[in-house]
């Protein structure tokens, strides 16, 4: 087999891996988020001052952020269920070194500790879980999308072939869930009337880089005879077309029908692909072609998968949607974010049922044709981890209490009133690896492309050594955060659009 054939099969006939393997997994990003959040106050306890240092900064951040990732997808990954203990009991430790140093200086009850925090106003104009959410998917792919073409990444952790729950397959539905928490029909304020299709418009203006991205990617991909998984999306389809019918799509839907009720119009397109699925020939048609041979021959033949999983995809968005009108109302207090992240975990709880009862009546989770199942276990997955960040922001403005004068980036600030923005202003001068990404993220995952097809090209990805590949990761991982941390250091966006 030909070098180029030996990658393709390397990367096939998967099944990916449990529900629980999942969780467990997905755990690992809040708490390093946590760890360090924790960091940074205890070592404002012992400096008097924040860290204030940029190259000590980026150190730090790559080293708790995206450092463990890299290990628990790779030489740690047998070892999973002990990471999130081991960094939980580490999260315990730092925190109460904070709690007993404050103890020392001040002998405030504990009960009076907790009744300030639960009334402690939050700026409402900002929600940074939903930026280390949308930047911790695109760390998360970055990751993967290299890392998969070597050995130590598991094979049950890669996409699947047909049915299955593996974590690539959840990065691409939480890619599309990321986007649709900060689309423009979810920013645009309430008060504020625009024509009907303004949001049309502007998408049909934001999407033009994904079809050049897409399109670029195809040429490049064909003229080098890159490895690719057919399967995956089809002959000429890749993510970015995906990505961009997508918004466009559902630009035209929230234009027609009320954004508010973008929830009935994903159940509505969710459970109608299913139907047709089960009750057609269409399911055949996606998985083995018009003759049952598998055939590529035709547009429609060769990117069955891509063009048929934009229902799946759309649902996802629009579900997405909603939940981004709801996490966007007005909320300024702890007690306000601790109930919505209690509804959000029940809604969560409540679509791992309808998943369960899906799998069993309908159809198991299956990302090639973004099924019903698969919709609903993306976005349940997505709920929860969206929570975890809340969670993990809620303990840091805790631990912020504890130590005058410490702060954390990317973290909620607490702020004096329910309409001061005082120390909102003070804040945002904080660089942190997550505000870089942030800045500039389609760059990053377009970075991260161009890297991993380099990589490919040069090295022989599947006989690398563990010391090797975790080299390349590290290398790879850090050039591409580094590259982002300056440019955020220089406030340059390169987004022209």
Not at 112 to 138: E, M
Not at 150 to 166: D, I, N, S, V
Request: charged share 15%; hydrophobic share 50%; proline share 3%.
């Amino acid at each position: 087999m030909s070098q180029k054939h030996l990658k393709e099969a390397f990367v096939s006939n998967l099944n990916g891996t449990g529900l629980l393997e999942l969780t467990l997994g997905m755990s690992l990003a809040p708490l390093c988020l946590l760890c360090r959040g924790l960091l940074l106050v205890l070592l404002c306890r012992h400096r008097g001052k924040p860290l204030s240092s940029r190259p000590s900064g980026l150190l730090l951040d790559f080293g708790v952020l995206v450092v463990p990732l890299l290990f628990s997808c790779t030489v740690l990954s047998s070892v999973l269920f002990l990471l999130p203990a081991i960094l939980a009991a580490l999260c315990v430790g730092i925190f109460f070194t904070i709690y007993r140093q404050r103890q020392h200086d001040s002998q405030v009850p504990f009960r009076q500790i907790v009744k300030g925090f639960q009334n402690t106003y939050l700026d409402p104009d900002y929600i940074p879980a939903i930026t280390v959410f949308r930047v911790y998917v695109n760390v998360l792919t970055s990751i993967s999308i290299l890392a998969v073409d070597f050995p130590q990444f598991p094979r049950r952790y890669a996409k699947t072939e047909t049915y299955g729950t593996g974590v690539m397959d959840l990065g691409v539905g939480a890619f599309i869930f990321g986007n649709a928490l900060v689309c423009p029909e979810v920013r645009q304020k309430a008060a504020v009337t625009q024509p009907k299709f303004s949001s049309l418009a502007k998408q049909l203006f934001a999407i033009w880089p994904l079809v050049v991205l897409g399109i670029g990617r195809l040429l490049i991909v064909k003229s080098i005879e890159y490895h690719e998984h057919v399967s995956e999306y089809g002959v000429h389809w890749n993510f970015f077309f995906t990505l961009a019918l997508v918004r466009l799509v559902a630009s035209l839907l929230l234009a027609i029908f009320p954004k508010n009720k973008s929830w009935i119009v994903a159940v509505t397109v969710a459970v109608l692909y299913q139907l047709i699925l089960n009750l057609t020939s269409l399911k055949t048609f996606v998985l083995h072609g018009s003759n049952g041979e598998d055939s590529r021959t035709g547009f429609l033949n060769a990117n069955r998968e891509g063009l048929l999983s934009l229902f799946g995809y759309l649902a996802i968005y629009m579900a997405s949607v909603q939940v981004g009108l709801y996490l966007l109302k007005r909320r300024d207090s702890v007690k306000d974010w601790m109930g919505a992240a209690c509804l959000l975990l029940l809604a969560a709880l409540v679509l791992f049922v309808f998943l369960h009862i899906s799998q069993a009546h309908a159809d198991p989770v299956s990302r090639r044709m973004a099924n019903l199942s698969y919709c609903l276990w993306v976005i349940a997955h997505g709920l929860i981890l969206f929570v975890s960040f809340v969670v993990a922001d809620l303990v840091l403005v805790f631990t912020k209490l504890l130590v005058k004068g410490s702060a954390v980036p990317s973290c909620w600030r607490a702020v004096k009133a329910a309409d001061s923005r005082e120390q909102r202003q003070a804040g945002a001068v904080h660089i942190c690896l997550i505000a870089a990404i942030n800045k500039n993220q389609l760059l990053f995952f377009l970075l991260a492309n161009v890297l991993t097809g380099i990589v490919n090209v040069m090295i022989d990805t599947i006989h690398s050594r563990a010391a090797v590949t975790l080299c390349i990761l590290h290398v790879y991982m850090f050039l591409n955060c580094f590259i982002m941390y300056i440019l955020h250091a220089k406030n340059i966006v390169l987004k022209f659009w």
